[in-house]
């Protein structure tokens, strides 16, 4: 191989390791700190904004069951290995191992609580077994009754915690769909068809419902309208605070880099005027957005890519920066 060509080479695999790495530490702020110190105000966030009694009754029961289980079932054995630092530490150590290769074969951005998530599941793992060996090296310093009450305790309210705020995202992505299925539902009922080679910009609707994308990304609106109107020759988006007008077209960001809608058979659906606007021309469109649009700025929670809008409080902000906003 050629000198050159080896640098190269080289170049790729440390851009790599450090793209890698640079997740594996946000992931790790947000695994072991968000979701495990901040677990006990965002379980009451949760509690108190949006809990329901069914979810409280689960979260409890869920809580109460693993506490009663761990302190039962604890014998000499169980005591034995709780006491011995070496085998803790080894659930600390691999924990941490199998976390990081976790988020090492699966480099999805980190986020708190929205869609990206998904690629928590394997460092999931991790991040239990080493919470296990950590609370086992804590609660090794008390002795006898206390040490058994209060590891059972621990990983009681880990779990009663976790299932509560589990239950609370859960319904958010159930309004989700309802509310793709009202805002297609209403396109449809207003605009009968769609000709091939349009653009539909939906105005008045957020793309996020709490941590569930409703239509976040342009290929959400444009695959549903597709399949709705029976062609695929669609092109349609939803107006965000991030839109901005430009001689030959709309622009407005996406994860994978700004889009331009040309004005070329472009329009604008406003979900709640129930009323369609051509854009045949940048005066057009910018007596549009500045007349009938122009509260679109704050309209909506501010979003983050992969995360949507934090509903559960918590004091780490979202690393990183919103591929969504705009540069300089």
Known sequence: MAPRARLLENIDIISYIFWISKYVVKAFVYSYGYHVLELP???????????????????????????????????????????????????????IVLFIAG??????NPVKNGPNNRAAIAGTLGVAASIVGLLGMLTALTSGIWRKALFSAAVGFIGMGGTLTIDVLANFWIESYRLQNEYLS????????????????MDGVCPYNGPAPVFAEPWDLSSALSILYGHADIKANIVTRWLRVEPKGLITPSCCGEIRYPFDHLFVYHFGRKMS????DAEAAQSYFSKLSADRGNRCPVDFFGNGVEVLGGFLPMLGRNPYAPRG
Do not use: N, Q
């Open 41 to 95: 105000s965002t379980a009451w966030h949760a509690l108190r904004d949006y809990s329901e009694p069914m979810m409280v009754i689960t979260a409890g029961v869920i809580g109460i069951v693993i506490f009663v289980r761990l302190y039962t079932s604890w014998d000499e054995p169980s005591a034995a290995a709780i006491t011995s630092r070496a085998k803790m530490l080894m659930y600390l150590g691999c924990g």
């Open 103 to 108: 988020y090492s074969l699966v480099p999805l």
């Open 186 to 201: 209403d396109i449809r009922s207003h605009i009968p068809a769609i000709s091939a080679g349009t653009t539909l910009l």
């Open 277 to 280: 606007y051509p854009l045949p």
